[in-house]
């Protein structure tokens, strides 16, 4: 499985961007597909998952600013951000979990796939 993350940019705060997870060659639908965002110097930090069967999940610091869904294609996993804050940059990857738990969706190591990142900044 390939995937690639897409859609970041310099955005003022307030600003909205949504993001896209694609995958080559495989359905991302087979499986639950995470995002995670690495500021610089923290770690990597689990923002939301959508699980196979299409539970929803989010860290409490985007919960009702983000929204993550599931594209027509079948292939493809977006995240729409608003509201963002200069907290919010980050490089934001995509990650591939091959199962339908949605248990410990927040670890790293539960991932066998992943995405480039995309740089997503808020700035004024």
């Known amino acids: 499985v390939q995937l690639q993350a897409s859609g970041g940019g310099l955005v003022q705060p307030g600003g909205s961007l949504r993001l896209s997870c694609t995958a080559s060659g495989y359905r991302l639908d087979e499986g639950g597909v995470a995002w995670f965002r690495q500021a610089p110097g923290k770690e990597r930090e689990g923002v939301s998952y959508?699980?196979?069967?299409?539970?929803?999940y989010y860290v409490d610091s985007v919960r009702g600013r983000f929204t993550i869904s599931r594209g027509s294609a079948r292939d493809t996993v977006y995240l729409q951000m608003n509201e963002l804050k200069p907290a919010d940059t980050a490089i934001y990857y995509c990650a591939w979990y091959d199962g339908y738990s949605a248990d410990r969706w927040r670890q790293t190591s539960r991932y066998s796939y992943w995405g480039q990142g995309t740089q997503v900044t808020v700035s004024s």
């Open positions: 959508i699980s196979r069967d299409n539970f929803i």
